[in-house]
């Protein structure tokens, strides 16, 4: 499998460290922020965000982990869906939350990651947050923070790999 390196360890890093930047600034620091990682990757990221934001403004947000198997547009298509936890242990009522995702592709995911946490209560405000926007969008959304804007290819996948599940890091574009 051919594959081109879009990040390396190093530049994944980096990439994260100016998404922090970026969602501190725009939100004027971290008051009333919270952290909501999308299962799988998305959580890995939302965490290293977390992390970062402690490091820079001495305080931890409120962090959850979202599993948006029951809220997919396409559950009925799926043999065996693979229901995992979702675990948000704070209120969203008046809060802004960042929602956190590696790829963003066709808006289909957010979709139901937002319809999740509506469920929930009514956050002041959505951001969402990605390592990659590869484009192609069937729905009308966008991210506030975007790691990198990558137009993919049909043919091709955009594959993020973590050192905490896949033991290597690396965002590459695969052909399919």
Not at 36 to 64: C, D, H, M, W
Not at 110 to 124: E, F, H, Q, S
Not at 135 to 153: F, K, M, Q, T
Request: charged share 30%; net charge neutral; proline share 4%.
């Amino acid at each position: 499998m051919k594959k081109k390196v879009l990040l390396d360890k190093k530049a994944v890093d980096r990439t994260i460290t100016r998404i922090t930047h970026e969602i501190l600034e725009k939100n004027e620091g971290s008051e009333a922020l919270s952290l909501i990682g999308i299962r799988t990757r998305g959580v890995y990221l939302a965490n290293r965000i977390q992390e970062k934001i402690r490091n820079v403004e001495g305080t931890s947000l409120p962090f959850g982990v979202l599993d948006i198997t029951l809220y997919r547009d396409d559950i009925s298509k799926l043999k065996w869906p693979e229901v995992k936890k979702t675990e948000i242990p704070f209120d969203v009522n008046n809060m802004t939350v960042i929602l956190v995702d590696d790829v963003l592709h066709t808006g289909r995911t957010i979709r139901a990651a937002i319809d999740a946490i509506i469920d929930l209560g009514r956050p002041k405000k959505i951001q969402l947050a990605v390592l990659v926007d590869r484009g192609d969008r069937e729905l009308p959304i966008h991210p506030d923070y975007a790691g990198i804007v990558c137009p993919v290819n049909e043919n091709e996948e955009v594959l993020v790999r973590m050192s905490e599940i896949d033991g290597k890091e690396e965002v590459v574009i695969v052909k399919t």
